[in-house]
């Protein structure tokens, strides 16, 4: 089958490589194609300070810089400019206008922070692992059944506030958890939000990813989302595209057989390529 990755960083954010790296990689990988998506800046909108977002002044070079390398790659490996915008509740998201009026390809849409019960001010789930036990303490009370309930909670307004065409690493709240020291993977209250989670994204037509970062940085042993969650979305319809989540071209195609034969495994048949805005063709997942 072929492959391709739209979950991409470089070195306008937190990745380690510049787009030309990236464009050779894929192209020597055999990839069908390629898609950048940025951390999209943050700071002007939420005054969250954060050393792995795109910074706004760099917003324009960044835009530049990937329909450049689209035109020098014309006719050998076609290249996509998209964002991976935060949804930050009341401050940010995929739908804003100013993201949809930048003329991108694609937006993936992604939860990385979550606000406390006491209002303030909010953090990443996504951070080092001692950072999160020290936020879960400090800003939930210790109580992470309450943190995941809010994190799953937050993906759902995400979800119906819209704006975006792929939906990032949707269970990414298990990053810091995989010993299920803040709460069970297994328990019915996180089963039930992944199935209500399903649900709602079955609706809204949107693709969801089925990413390889994790493993391919030893944080996590499966994808995000897991076999189970993708058995949910299968039983839905949902359609899901294999990406990378990458922060350096050697990442490109990491863990994607993993991934293949988590999809077969979830009963999934196919993935979906992206062949240009609003459009996705199918490709079977058999070798």
């Given at each position: 089958m072929r492959f391709s990755s739209l979950h991409v960083h470089t070195l306008f954010c937190d990745g380690e490589d510049e787009i030309e790296t990236y464009c050779r990689a894929a192209w020597e990988g055999g990839f069908a194609?390629?898609?950048?998506?940025?951390?999209?800046?943050?700071?002007?909108?939420?005054?969250?300070?954060?050393?792995?977002?795109?910074p706004e002044d760099r917003l324009d070079e960044y835009l530049e810089a990937v329909r450049a390398a689209a035109l020098r790659w014309a006719g050998k490996l076609p290249v996509y400019l998209g964002l991976e915008v935060d949804y930050i509740q009341d401050r940010t998201?995929?739908?804003?206008?100013?993201?949809?009026?930048?003329?991108?390809?694609?937006?993936?849409?992604?939860?990385?922070?979550?606000?406390?019960?006491?209002?303030?001010?909010?953090?990443?789930?996504?951070?080092?692992?001692?950072?999160?036990?020290?936020?879960?303490?400090?800003?939930?009370?210790?109580?992470?059944?309450?943190?995941?309930?809010?994190?799953?909670?937050?993906?759902?307004k995400m979800i119906r506030a819209g704006g975006f065409d792929i939906l990032g690493?949707?269970?990414?709240?298990?990053?810091?958890?995989?010993?299920?020291?803040?709460?069970?993977?297994?328990?019915?209250g996180y089963r039930g939000k992944a199935r209500?989670?399903?649900?709602?994204?079955?609706?809204?037509?949107?693709?969801?990813?089925?990413?390889?970062?994790?493993?391919?940085?030893?944080?996590?042993?499966?994808?995000?989302?897991?076999?189970?969650?993708?058995?949910?979305?299968?039983?839905?319809?949902?359609?899901v595209t294999i990406t990378a989540d990458a922060h350096r071209a050697s990442d490109l195609g990491g863990h994607y057989d993993d991934a293949r034969l988590t999809l077969l495994e979830a009963g999934y048949t196919y993935a979906v390529l992206f062949e240009g805005k609003g459009k996705w063709v199918e490709e079977g997942l058999c070798p």
């Open positions: 194609s390629l898609g950048f998506s940025a951390h999209a800046p943050v700071y002007a909108k939420t005054g969250i300070v954060s050393d792995w977002h795109l998201g995929p739908a804003d206008p100013d993201y949809q009026d930048l003329g991108l390809d694609y937006i993936i849409g992604s939860v990385h922070y979550v606000f406390p019960p006491d209002g303030g001010e909010p953090f990443t789930v996504d951070g080092p692992g001692d950072k999160f036990a020290q936020d879960v303490r400090s800003r939930f009370g210790g109580d992470g059944e309450a943190l995941m309930e809010t994190y799953w909670e937050t993906l759902e690493h949707l269970d990414l709240i298990k990053k810091n958890n995989q010993r299920e020291e803040w709460f069970s993977l297994t328990g019915e209500s989670l399903a649900a709602c994204i079955a609706r809204s037509g949107i693709v969801v990813e089925v990413n390889t970062g994790g493993i391919n940085r030893g944080k996590t042993k499966d994808t995000y989302p897991s076999r189970e969650i993708l058995t949910l979305l299968r039983e839905g319809s949902v359609p």
